[in-house]
Nanobody, 115 residues
Framework: AQLVESGGGLVQPGGSLRLSCVAS????????MSWYRQDPGKEREVVAS???????TYADSVKGRFTISRDNVKNTVYLEMSRLEPNGTAVYYC??????????WGQGTQVTVSS
């Protein structure tokens, strides 16, 4: 099983980015999908999650600005990020977890918010 993220890059404060995570070797619909982020020197933190049924949860710091979604047909999960702030600079990781607690991580995509 593999997760491959894309869509990271450099964006100005207040800007937007859309991250994608394409899954292979697993049936996406069986997994809770999440986005995590990690800044150097800090712990990895969960940003948003979407259940197999579509229920979404968000970290307080991103509520109202980020949206997580999934397309089980395309085996893809998205993270729409708007009104990005400099403290949003981090490597963003895609994460999959099934009911047996099998976990898969992506390799990460860098997001840099800077003017």
């Amino acid at each position: 099983a593999q997760l491959v993220e894309s869509g990271g890059g450099l964006v100005q404060p207040g800007g937007s980015l859309r991250l994608s995570c394409v899954a292979s070797g697993l049936v996406l619909g069986r997994y809770v999908m999440s986005w995590y982020r990690q800044d150097p020197g800090k712990e990895r933190e969960v940003v948003a999650s979407v259940s197999s049924g579509g229920g979404q949860t968000y970290a307080d710091s991103v509520k109202g600005r980020f949206t997580i979604s999934r397309d089980n047909v395309k085996n893809t999960v998205y993270l729409e990020m708007s009104r990005l702030e400099p403290n949003g600079t981090a490597v963003y990781y895609c994460h999959a977890r099934d009911w047996l607690q099998n976990i898969v991580w992506g390799q990460g995509t860098q997001v840099t918010v800077s003017s």
